[in-house]
């Protein structure tokens, strides 16, 4: 398509009341409504298409709408599976004569959304939406009980002149298959709205439409604050607690130099225990491990390793983080007669001192039962001789 636009020979068709539409080498088309209030509606090649106020919509192949400027995208489609968050950011202006998003809708003095009382209201279908404007937070809400469709409405302050709105969507364990994934929308979805209150009737100004910019994945994401070679922006003395969207690099008490924990002996689970914190994410040596679940593979053998937590939801690192290894304690399994039964702890003289053994299930192994049943089963009921590794870490 690059060498389409821009070498390509175009030609350009007037529909009147400023709408056009520009048609690139016969395969590329661009529908632009100029209007700044009124959607168009026309018909090319027997398609009939809508177009948002002060917004262009493009067709790659002249037939399908892919995208337009003032409809909200979907995230799963801009984050592509390389972020949780997506941040939708758009700035109406607001002065003495009219309230305006650069480029989009006008309204005069007199309209009754300007009132000292301002609600922003968003309809959004992500897990959690975390809300700003004019860069200070207004608000978070989370999906509960798996409903990922909510409204989110506080009530805000705009200035006169420009006004910036971010909303940051984030998603935790989306499904990223399945039937119909593609035709479902997660994200803000729309309408975003500016609410008021006029002699007890709700007025309602659809900001939806105005021109909106898009970034995949939080500023400590891009820059790579994980990196266990990252040192630039971090501080030692001071650190906030209960605040949101805080990175923190482990360290330990001496001399406050970079985080280095040891890696646990054995080949036991390893799992982060972060008291005091309540939702975020974490890096092992620069691999993402999600939810506080380390992979052994992610670990040094035998050397030290970094530890990096994102806290999006605002908690308290100074208390203290334990490394630990978990090991079953206690094993009940059964397995019918004619299989091999698999375990990792000791089992009678079988497995006694053995970290896994397999035990054929029958009589020949195990001697006769004089059970009259039409097939045999054993049942196990092991306790393991466990060893725990942990390690205190403090912030």
């Known amino acids: 398509m690059e060498e389409v636009l821009t070498m390509g020979s175009s030609n350009k068709i007037e529909y009147g009341n400023m709408m ?51 409809k909200l995208l979907d995230q799963k489609v801009l984050t592509n599976d390389t972020s949780d968050y997506l941040w939708y950011i758009t700035s109406p202006l607001i002065c003495t004569r009219k309230l305006s998003s650069f480029l989009s809708v006008n309204i005069t003095k007199g309209d009754p959304i300007l009132s000292q009382d301002i609600k922003l209201r968003v309809k959004t279908k992500g897990h959690v939406l975390h809300v700003f404007v004019n860069g200070r937070h207004v608000g978070s809400q989370y999906a509960q009980y798996g409903q990922y469709s909510f409204t989110f409405e506080a009530p805000i302050k705009l200035n006169l002149g420009l006004n910036d709105i971010s909303l940051l969507s984030g998603t935790v364990s989306l499904a990223n298959y399945g039937a119909h994934f593609a035709n479902v929308h997660v994200g803000v979805c729309g309408p975003v709205q500016l609410v008021s209150q006029r002699d007890g009737t709700e007025m309602t100004k659809d900001i939806s439409k105005y021109v909106w910019n898009y970034k995949v994945g939080i500023h400590g994401e891009n820059v790579k604050l994980y990196s266990p070679g990252s040192t630039r922006g971090w501080f030692t003395n001071g650190l906030p607690t209960d605040r949101i969207f805080m990175w923190y690099k482990l360290y330990i008490e ?33 691999n993402n ?4 679940h380390v992979p052994n593979s992610f670990l040094r053998d035998g050397n030290e390793n970094t530890l990096v937590l994102f806290e999006e939801k605002g908690g308290n690192p100074y208390e203290v983080i334990r490394i630990d290894t978990v090991t079953i304690e206690r094993a009940c399994a059964n397995a019918y007669e004619g299989h091999r039964f698999e375990l990792a702890c000791n089992v009678n003289q079988l497995c006694l001192g053995k970290k896994k053994c397999y035990i054929h299930v029958n009589e020949n192994v195990l001697g006769p039962t004089e059970c009259r049943v039409p097939q045999n089963r054993l049942a196990i009921d092991a306790i393991c001789e466990t060893t725990t590794s942990d390690e205190a870490m403090k912030f």
């Not at 009124?38 to 090319?44: G, K, L, R, S």
């Not at 491990?289 to 506080?292: E, K, P």
Request: aromatic residues 12%.
């Open 20 to 70: 056009t539409l520009i048609m690139v080498e016969k395969s590329t088309c661009f529908l632009g409504n100029a209007h700044s209030s009124m959607d168009a509606t026309i018909t090319f090649q027997n398609t009939q298409y809508t177009v948002p106020a002060w917004s262009v919509s493009i067709l790659p192949d002249c037939y399908t709408e892919e995208y337009n400027t003032a």
């Open 254 to 286: 001496i001399n406050w130099t970079p985080a280095t924990f040891k890696t646990p002996v054995g080949n036991d689970p390893v799992v982060i225990d972060l008291k005091g914190l309540r939702k975020g994410q974490a890096w092992v040596n620069g």
């Open 289 to 292: 491990i999600g939810r506080y």
